[in-house]
């Protein structure tokens, strides 16, 4: 981390710069140019907080020259993470298709599609019992029951399953029941709830939230991971910006981001992405192709019918059909 300091910066405004990040185990050089003068901190810089910087008025700017990530970062741990997840493995070229229709509904339509994207290649089923929703008037998912239900379709399947926790009050009861355990788009800044969920050791996927940078995505996955989860995996769910025709634009260029910055796992949703399911099926496969990890796609077996995401959802046989595509753009691009 370099500070530059305004002209004029006297010796009894820096002292107490040194001062205070000496005390810190900090290693702290000075480099004095004809009309600059910087200072240069060497050592564990991820602990500094910049506004404990920017509080000495002789300082003009802060630039960083490591990433405040030390976990989620590549630079101290160079390796691609694979992780084997109930004995299904993902990152570094190992693919995994998340599937399964937006929220719980009943027995009957959790079996059904778990059934059908098993028997055409999904490894986890997906499912939410807890719903974020936007308006508070909309379906917010069973519940408890919800989980029982997809507790159910595994039992039946043998599919892990992957659902959404919204509230730390139910990080006991996820604990027990769930595989990985989704944080979405709207908490991904949650910050006490990404540490409760980091202590409880399980795997995590991690959404983008909806008007988050690639370095917020990469902090919140430092969050989760220091606090003792190390299967933290990343997914991108499209941002917003201020085109309309799709309900939020795939950053497909945070693959190759992701990929250079981190060593966790990416994955792309689609359907968030998009928010319909003819453009599914295109946004699968350039993010098969643009090097992600996998895929969590929702599938509905009634779409017309679903108490959430029904224009984005694709049919059971347009996924059957998908996984054989990417199966070839795999075999194209390895
Ligand atoms: C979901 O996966 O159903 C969901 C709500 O996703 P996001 O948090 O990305 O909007
Ligand atoms: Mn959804």
Same mark, same amino acid.
């Given at each position: 981390?370099?500070?530059?300091?305004?002209?004029?910066?006297?010796? !009894?405004?820096?002292?107490?710069?040194?001062?205070?990040?000496?005390?810190?185990?900090?290693?702290?050089?000075?480099?004095?140019?004809?009309?600059? &003068?910087?200072?240069?901190?060497?050592?564990?810089?991820?602990?500094?907080?910049?506004?404990?910087?920017?509080?000495?008025?002789?300082?003009?700017?802060?630039?960083?020259?490591?990433?405040?990530?030390?976990?989620?970062? $590549?630079?101290? #741990?160079?390796?691609? @993470?694979?992780?084997?997840?109930?004995?299904?493995?993902?990152?570094?070229?190992?693919?995994?298709?998340?599937?399964?229709?937006?929220?719980?509904?009943?027995?009957?339509?959790?079996?059904?599609?778990?059934?059908?994207?098993?028997?055409?290649?999904?490894?986890?089923? $997906?499912?939410?019992?807890?719903?974020?929703?936007? @308006?508070?008037?909309?379906?917010?998912?069973? %519940?408890?029951?919800?989980? =029982?239900?997809?507790?159910?379709? &595994?039992?039946?399947?043998?599919?892990?399953?992957?659902? =959404?926790?919204?509230?730390?009050?139910?990080?006991?009861?996820?604990?027990?029941?769930?595989?990985?355990?989704?944080?979405?788009?709207?908490?991904?800044?949650?910050?006490?709830?990404?540490?409760?969920?980091?202590?409880?050791?399980?795997?995590?996927?991690?959404?983008?939230?909806?008007?988050?940078?690639?370095?917020?995505?990469?902090?919140?996955?430092?969050?989760?991971?220091?606090?003792?989860?190390?299967?933290?995996?990343?997914?991108?769910?499209?941002?917003?910006?201020?085109?309309?025709?799709?309900?939020?634009?795939?950053?497909?260029?945070?693959?190759?981001?992701? #990929?250079?910055?981190?060593?966790?796992?990416?994955?792309?949703?689609?359907? #968030?992405?998009? %928010?319909? @399911? !003819?453009?599914?099926?295109?946004?699968?496969?350039?993010?098969?192709?643009?090097?992600?990890?996998?895929?969590?796609?929702?599938? #509905?077996?009634?779409?017309?019918?679903?108490?959430?995401?029904?224009?984005?959802?694709?049919?059971?046989?347009?996924?059957?059909?998908?996984?054989?595509?990417?199966?070839?753009?795999?075999?194209?691009? $390895?």
């Amino acid at each position: 981390m370099i500070l530059i300091l305004k002209q004029g910066a006297q010796e !009894n405004e820096i002292e107490p710069i040194r001062q205070k990040f000496e005390a810190m185990g900090l290693i702290i050089q000075e480099i004095k140019g004809e009309n600059t &003068r910087m200072i240069g901190f060497a050592g564990d810089t991820s602990k500094i907080n910049e506004d404990d910087v920017m509080v000495h008025s002789c300082v003009e700017r802060i630039m960083r020259v490591s990433e405040p990530y030390k976990l989620a970062g $590549r630079k101290f #741990h160079p390796e691609t @993470s694979i992780f084997d997840i109930m004995g299904r493995k993902i990152g570094g070229g190992e693919f995994a298709i998340i599937a399964g229709p937006c929220s719980v509904e009943t027995e009957e339509q959790i079996i059904s599609i778990a059934e059908s994207v098993k028997s055409s290649g999904a490894n986890f089923l $997906r499912g939410g019992a807890f719903k974020p929703r936007t @308006s508070p008037y909309a379906f917010k998912g069973l %519940g408890l029951e919800g989980l =029982e239900l997809l507790e159910l379709a &595994r039992k039946q399947t043998g599919l892990p399953i992957v659902t =959404e926790i919204m509230s730390p009050e139910y990080l006991e009861v996820f604990a027990e029941k769930v595989d990985i355990i989704q944080i979405g788009a709207r908490n991904m800044q949650n910050f006490t709830l990404l540490r409760q969920v980091g202590e409880l050791k399980k795997p995590v996927l991690l959404k983008r939230g909806l008007s988050s940078t690639i370095e917020e995505l990469l902090m919140s996955a430092e969050y989760i991971i220091s606090g003792g989860a190390s299967q933290v995996i990343l997914c991108e769910r499209g941002i917003r910006t201020f085109e309309t025709t799709t309900r939020n634009t795939l950053d497909l260029s945070a693959i190759p981001v992701l #990929h250079a910055k981190s060593h966790l796992p990416v994955l792309i949703d689609p359907s #968030h992405a998009t %928010g319909y @399911s !003819n453009l599914v099926e295109s946004m699968s496969l350039a993010a098969t192709a643009g090097g992600a990890d996998g895929l969590i796609i929702e599938v #509905h077996n009634n779409p017309e019918k679903a108490l959430c995401d029904g224009a984005q959802s694709i049919r059971p046989e347009a996924f059957d059909n998908l996984m054989g595509k990417i199966q070839k753009i795999r075999e194209a691009v $390895r």
